[in-house]
């Protein structure tokens, strides 16, 4: 029997309800399974918490959680209790720095029984690998003067290091699938940093003569998602960059509220971590209405990352199942709760397993 | 007669064929308004222009377009001839910023004939003011380090005094559209930058308290614009955000082909310049094949500027007509050529006179 430890953060809003779903049905996908087990610890970290000790997590935070395999999370944010710059630096940006998890990778894909507000999805099943440490999001910058001649600089801060590996973790996945790396640039008007970027996906692609490879600028990028999304494959781009190509990935699906997203610790040191791409929606929460869809792919992710491939092809399985029956919250057109939407998905679980013997 | 002195730079690639399609249809519409005349001046500034001279355009070349009423320019750069950050930057940026135009103003909308990536475009109707003279396209950074521990930093640099402007002219556009104004900022990724942005925008909507307002994170905007572009009437973004969301704004119309821009200068010292939002496309090049809408909507956009408000909206008219009746080029899913389309405009314009006597 394979054991992992995960270290479970509710965080906010229908994060508090979509992370009790999806531990439901891991524990019955557990059950059913029958050879692995995720013991789970839950850390109460969140703006309620920030309100209680003025911190979003404690101070040895990174510590209590640096011995878990894996760390599941599941939104940040109420900006009605904590301004979002400090509950998403305090916690979510924290733990994706402190334990150095660089790449983030966000899929987006056609689902059948899911209406797109594209007219012709044509079958789009797209990756997005994100630089997840630095780029845009920086903690350098300031302010200078005051009144009318106030300004504001802000730090775009981008390393070799970082960027190679956000590349070359782009090129092995796309080995694995349809062969083809997009590099989201801007260098015809960022002039330091994107020619950089630049550089360094020529230097990169050498090592990979099998991928074929296509630098777009990040508006023409944007654009191409909406008129072609089926050209892509595995998508490269910077902090900033990659967060808004995926934004428009997981609402070509049909809603922000069933995308997922893997930040992955790629030098072994610390634990990856897993979260959905919806934000914590603090104004439906507690009606039951929250999509747990977005929470169980990632989910999904996690059990692919520790390596139960079976558990997480069967979650994905059970997950298009009740996409397809139209067993779905509101924002995916259908008029399920969350709670039948988790139970739907039990059932396939266990019908499944039924079927098996 | 109304008089106009206009500097004509048609640039590179297709806007060598646009450019001059769009003079065809402006002179044709001359003729049958009889009240206005544009006074045409070419400039040849371009990549070919580099190979001869080593630069863009002249080192005066702004002086000797200053005196003009205004710039009308087709696309800039050929990536096969020169790099974009220089063809770019010693040209189209190079007369943005020269000429203060701190403004960028790209509208988008659904017409009736053209068919939308959208399943749904909803009649949606939307404009870009996009501050068009700093924030991120900035020449303030460099490198540091080499090899494998080699470091790009960029600075983006925001004042008051241009956000104020982008936003003052975001809010009195939407005094005369639906009346309202959303913000795209990122306060909760860029720390510095972005929270600067939203104090600017929450202190310029106090002077405009019958607009309703809105600030929405990049990514999330991003994915708006794909789900309910209806519910957007103006949206004020940074230089590049702006970028973005207008080349979305492009492709939810049909094609990026027809998108105009105007760069304006609101300070009254130097000419605006109008130049549609699609590239130069040098690849289809000399085939007839471009799609001269967006140069003709541009031009649309320039008469406008100027005060002929009579002459702005025959031009639209023609732009509607003759995409209803399907005479467009290919990007737009017709076959005519740019000659058709030109043909079938003039004809449209023609008609028109001999329907008003
Ligand atoms: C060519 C490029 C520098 C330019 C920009 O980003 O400003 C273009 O994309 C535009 O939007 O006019
Ligand atoms: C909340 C925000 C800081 C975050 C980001 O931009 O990284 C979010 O949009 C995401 O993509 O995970």
Redesign the pocket.
Known sequence: MNTYTIASIAGDGIGKEVVPAAWRVLKTLERVQGDFELRVTDFPWSCDYYLEHGRMMPEDGLSQLEAFDAVFLGAVGNPSLVPDHISLWGLLINIRRGFEQQINVRPSRQFEGLTSPLANPNQFNLMVVRENSEGEYSEVGGRMYSGEDEIAIQNNVFSKKAVKAAMDYAFQMAEARKGHVTSAT?S??IVFSMPFWDEVFNEVKERYPEIGTKAE?I?ALAAAFVTKPEKMDVVVGSNLFGDILTDIGAALMGSIGIAPAANININGKYPSMFEPVHGSAPDIEGQGLANPLGQLWTAQMMLEHLGENKAAQTLMNAIEHVIKDGIVTKDLGGNASTEEVVKAVEEYLTSEIENRY
Request: hydrophobic share 0%.
């Open positions: 801007k015809n008007g600028h508006d």
